[in-house]
């Protein structure tokens, strides 16, 4: 999927995806970071470019290598189930109660 202005603006709701789905997406610490990220930021907005300095902080990997693991990877897959939206550059955390037990229930065994 390719993200642009005026993309995933009608994502899916959460509450129909599978449990197996988001234990299959919250695998990935880059995602489980985009979506702890978003959810301690005023208003759960940020900048795609915000997201991948605060990933650069963490990672190995270069900052172009961030940047297309976020557009082709990581961002399209948690706003295919609903997790985010993403509209031109600004990415919004969509809070969503399965998500965020199963994101604590991993952070107290990690």
Known sequence: ???GARMYTDPA???DVSVDR???LLA???RRHVLRTLADEPGETMTIR???QSLC???DLSERQLQQELHHRHLPALSEV???TVDDDVVRYR???RAERLLATIDAIT
């Open 50 to 52: 915000e997201l991948r």
């Open 82 to 84: 609903g997790l985010i």
């Open 13 to 15: 709701r959460t509450g």
């Open 22 to 24: 988001l234990l299959e």
């Open 28 to 30: 990935d610490r880059r």
């Open 57 to 59: 902080r963490d990672s």
């Open 1 to 3: 999927m390719h993200i």
């Open 95 to 97: 809070s969503d109660h």
